[in-house]
C-alpha cells in the first residue's frame, strides 16, 4: 500500500533525527579535542599543530559556508516526483560540492607530497 500512513516511518524518522544529533556532538566533541590536544604538541614539520587543526577546521567551515550560499534551490523532478523544498536541496548542494573540495584539495596534497618527497631524494643525491 502506496502513501499509507505507517507508524514506523515515524519511529524510523525519529532515530534517524536521534542518531544524526548524537554524531553532530561526537564531531563537536571530537573537534574541540583534538584542536585542544593539538595545541600541546608543539612543531610538526616545522609548522606548528595548532596552527594546522585550526586551518583545516576554518577552511572546512569556510567550504561548507561558501557552498550553502552557492547552492540552488531549482525544484528537481526526479522519479516523476517534484523535490522543491529549497533547504533540502541547499543542503544537497552544499555536502556534494564540499566533498568534491575535499577530495580535489586531497590529491593536490598527496601530490605536493610525492613531489617534495622526489625533491628531497634529489637533494641529498646531490651532495
Known amino acids: 500500500m502506496i502513501g499509507g500512513d505507517f507508524i514506523i516511518v515515524d519511529i524510523i524518522l525519529w532515530l534517524i533525527y536521534i542518531t544524526g544529533a548524537i554524531a553532530l556532538a561526537v564531531v563537536a566533541w571530537s573537534l574541540l579535542r583534538t584542536l585542544r590536544n593539538h595545541s600541546r604538541r608543539g612543531i610538526i614539520n616545522g609548522i606548528r599543530s595548532s596552527l594546522i587543526a585550526w586551518s583545516v577546521a576554518g577552511l572546512l567551515a569556510l567550504s561548507l559556508a561558501i557552498t550553502w550560499l552557492t547552492g540552488s534551490e531549482k525544484p528537481m523532478?526526479?522519479?516523476?516526483?517534484?523535490?522543491?523544498?529549497?533547504?533540502?536541496?541547499?543542503?544537497?548542494?552544499?555536502?556534494v560540492n564540499t566533498i568534491a573540495i575535499m577530495l580535489v584539495a586531497a590529491i593536490i596534497a598527496v601530490a605536493f607530497g610525492f613531489t617534495r618527497y622526489y625533491r628531497r631524494k634529489r637533494k641529498e643525491a646531490a651532495k
Do not use: F
Open 77 to 95: 523532478l526526479i522519479n516523476g516526483l517534484v523535490y522543491d523544498n529549497g533547504t533540502w536541496l541547499r543542503i544537497a548542494d552544499m555536502l
